[in-house]
T-cell receptor, first 112, second 114 residues
Framework: AQSVTQLDSHVSVSEGTPVLLRCNYS??????LFWYVQHPNKGLQLLLK??????LVKGINGFEAEFKKSETSFHLTKPSAHMSDAAEYFC??????????FGSGTRLLVRP | DTGVSQDPRHKITKRGQNVTFRCDPI?????LYWYRQTLGQGPEFLTY????????KSRLLSDRFSAERPKGSFSTLEIQRTEQGDSAMYLC????????????FGNGTRLTVT
């Protein structure tokens, strides 16, 4: 069985400061991991994916995530937050089957 | 690529009525998924298809829920005898079916059961 735990339900940062959204996963198989973003009243959009290639994955809009097997983590980072980054972020795992399991989400607030 | 299309966008129904939602995936995608999302929660897996075969169904999906994908293209999700607890956003997604491919989501159907 697989699951993800997003360690923070809300994260608040100032514009221009770094962003860290934390995610731990559990999987009986070698996992594929994803981050999705959901802006208010908009559909889910893929930010980035890890599928057993490079452990540091770069995504859209300056986001990146690092797969750390020893820590079972896949944290999402961005060097400098922008107001337009305010949204809900979901960490997602896919393991033995092809269903994707979503975390409960982290709401990112960006203060001017 | 016209994206994943869902119809209707909104549905309001009375408790006890049946409702049916439709999803048209991206045309070359052979996997199709249904998820349910309630306010403040992440999407919850309901079921998925590989072509016309329904390969997995969540244990959370009661017998009142049924999904079909008869020709391996569009899919329908039916909820019979709706309950207030069924109120949620129902999301459809599709993927290319090559390994663990990312999902492309539609904008969802918002169901309100009164």
């Amino acid at each position: 069985a697989q699951s993800v735990t997003q360690l923070d339900s809300h994260v608040s940062v100032s514009e221009g400061t770094p962003v860290l959204l934390r995610c731990n996963y559990s999987s009986s198989y070698s996992p594929s991991l994803f981050w999705y973003v959901q802006h208010p009243n908009k559909g889910l959009q893929l930010l980035l994916k890890y599928t057993s290639a490079a452990t540091l994955v770069k995504g859209i809009n300056g986001f990146e995530a690092e797969f750390k097997k020893s820590e079972t983590s896949f944290h999402l980072t961005k060097p400098s937050a922008h107001m337009s980054d305010a949204a809900e972020y979901f960490c997602v795992v896919s393991g033995g089957s092809y269903k994707l399991i979503f975390g409960s989400g982290t709401r990112l607030l960006v203060r001017p | 690529d016209t994206g994943v299309s869902q119809d209707p966008r909104h549905k309001i129904t009375k408790r006890g009525q049946n409702v049916t939602f439709r999803c048209d995936p991206i045309s070359e995608h052979n996997r199709l998924y249904w998820y349910r999302q309630t306010l403040g929660q992440g999407p919850e897996f309901l079921t998925y298809f590989q072509n016309e075969a329904q390969l997995e169904k969540s244990r959370l999906l009661s017998d009142r829920f049924s999904a079909e994908r008869p020709k391996g293209s569009f899919s329908t999700l039916e909820i019979q005898r709706t309950e207030q607890g069924d109120s949620a956003m129902y999301l459809c997604a599709s993927s290319a079916g090559q390994g663990h491919s990312p999902l492309h989501f539609g904008n969802g159907t918002r169901l309100t059961v009164t």
